[in-house]
């Protein structure tokens, strides 16, 4: 299903490349020239997204190889592939563009991950909806590979009420009218920006709380504040926390004891793998 939606974008994003034509190849290249090559990464990564290249390849009559899978990591040579010279250099910015970004995202979702391990090992790492228009289940994808949580989806995944449904509604109300409206089968999330909020929220009982834009030591206070409100009653939500975190600063937030960290960072910020294309063998040209 997430390989035929790559393939789609990517057939999709290729049209809109090509446009009316590579004048640069067919000006260049002439007809029946077939070509042997790699696809490289240019620096030590988290591969992601290979699959999808390698049915774009195919789509266009393109033999590959691929070397590695998903998930692992590598430096060099990752895809081997045969071909049309001019198809393969029409493709060739369409298919790096993506693995590049996809195996960016995986790549800086592995390296926090891995950080984080180094003092908390239960916390999970997610991303959040701040995702490209269209690319978005392909960036979770990426996040996944990359050993973090995905985050809900799309907006039918999970109730989440904001700061604007907060805004327009009010907390508690928010909270009563999604119990009672959702189905059963989907969790509620609230988001809170004090801990008066929070304290709020609590008699209410939700499935999960996010602690919103909180400072280290707030969550420290709020962690007392849920403990508390647990010995009376028996109920500790799934606490989450967002808002601000980055590499620099997430250890001061990991080192609680919280379930959830989740940053826009690992989608909307991370950096494409240096990668690229190269043919190493004309195998037969035909004269004119």
């Known amino acids: 299903m997430l390989k035929d939606y790559a393939l789609k974008i990517l057939k999709k ?23 042997k090559g790699v696809i490289k990464a240019k620096e030590e990564c988290i591969l992601c997204g290979i699959d999808f290249i390698v049915e774009f390849f195919k789509e266009y009559n393109i033999k590959c190889k691929k070397l590695y899978n998903d998930g692992d990591k590598v430096f060099g040579v990752i895809l081997e592939f045969e071909g049309d010279a001019k198809t393969i250099l029409t493709l060739e910015r369409t298919a790096l563009n993506l693995l590049m970004h996809l195996s960016g995202i995986a790549t800086n979702t592995y390296n926090i991950v891995k950080k984080v391990r180094s003092i908390n090992k239960n916390v999970k790492i997610a991303c959040t909806r701040k995702t490209l228009p269209l ?8 996040v996944y590979v990359g050993g973090g ?34 189905s059963f089968t989907k969790r509620i999330e609230v988001e809170v920006s004090n801990l008066e909020e929070l304290k709020e929220v609590l008699e209410e009982k939700p499935d999960i709380i ?18 508390d409100f647990k010995k009376k009653t028996n109920f500790r939500p799934i606490i989450e926390v967002s808002g ?16 959830v960290i989740s940053l826009g960072i690992l989608t909307h910020s991370s950096k494409s793998v240096d990668m690229s294309l190269d043919i190493l063998e004309v195998k037969s040209i035909k004269k004119h």
């Open 13 to 35: 994003s290729l049209e809109y490349d090509v446009g009316f034509g590579d004048i640069t190849t067919n000006s260049v290249i002439l007809e029946d020239v077939n070509v």
């Open 135 to 142: 690319l978005s289940p392909l960036q979770k994808y990426a």
């Open 149 to 182: 949580d995905t985050h809900r989806f799309r907006l039918d995944d999970c109730v989440l009420i904001k700061d604007n449904h907060i805004s327009i509604v009010g907390i508690k109300e928010s909270i009563r009218r999604a119990k009672k409206n959702v």
């Open 210 to 227: 996010m602690l919103d834009n909180f400072k280290p030591e707030d969550i420290e206070k709020s962690l007392k504040i849920i403990d």
């Open 244 to 259: 601000g975190i980055n590499e620099s600063n997430i250890l001061e937030y990991a080192k609680y004891n919280i379930d």
